[in-house]
């Protein structure tokens, strides 16, 4: 838990996710011979097995209660090896304020996100993929992004025609709270 004096934000406001790093090929997406090692995903997990000699990322999330006192809430987070017998104290602090942060309506925030990704789900049945992109979308909701990602336009030889690709998927978006504006790039149909 995180205590200020008499008051506490009990450790069962606290999630933690682990930054885990995927090979994306390299200049591109779609480069098969070289890669780079790039940040994908922040995975709910409470322990993890890592390479010796590997940096890992811990993301914390502290959801403070409405009516949580303000003050300076201090407490720390535990980190060991099974291998060991010493474990890691990291001290945290967080300043809960006396009046609520107002968002700037001017200020939206989005991240690039590659929607059907043909390599991530060659395998993978259309009710998967469905399921997939909904989690990530609220994921990403969840994660204080509200708005939707860049959609490309493609030219499509069948219907002779530019469309929005991943259209089909922006219901899944809207659904998890991720609004307009809508940024659209030309990608291939110029």
Request: charged residues 20%.
């Amino acid at each position: 838990p995180l205590v200020s004096g008499q008051d506490e934000i009990p450790a069962t406001a606290l999630t933690t996710r682990l930054a885990t790093y995927w090979n994306m090929g390299y200049p591109r997406y779609t480069s098969r011979e070289t890669y780079r090692r790039v940040p994908e995903l922040l995975e709910r997990v409470n322990e993890h097995s890592s390479p010796a000699y590997e940096c890992l990322r811990w993301w914390i999330t502290i959801h403070v209660p409405d009516d949580a006192t303000p003050g300076l809430y201090r407490g720390s987070v535990t980190i060991w090896d099974d291998d060991s017998d010493h474990a890691v104290q990291i001290p945290i602090a967080l300043r809960v304020l006396s009046y609520r942060l107002t968002a700037d309506p001017a200020k939206h925030y989005s991240a690039y996100y590659y929607l059907r990704n043909r390599t991530q789900f060659a395998d993978k049945d259309e009710a998967f993929a469905r399921q997939a992109l909904a989690n990530e979308a609220q994921a990403m909701a969840d994660l204080g992004l509200d708005m939707l990602p860049t959609l490309y336009l493609r030219y499509d030889q069948q219907q002779g025609r530019i469309i929005l690709n991943g259209a089909e998927d922006l219901d899944r978006l809207v659904a998890a709270g991720l609004s307009g504006p809508l940024p659209v790039a030309g990608g291939n149909a110029i």
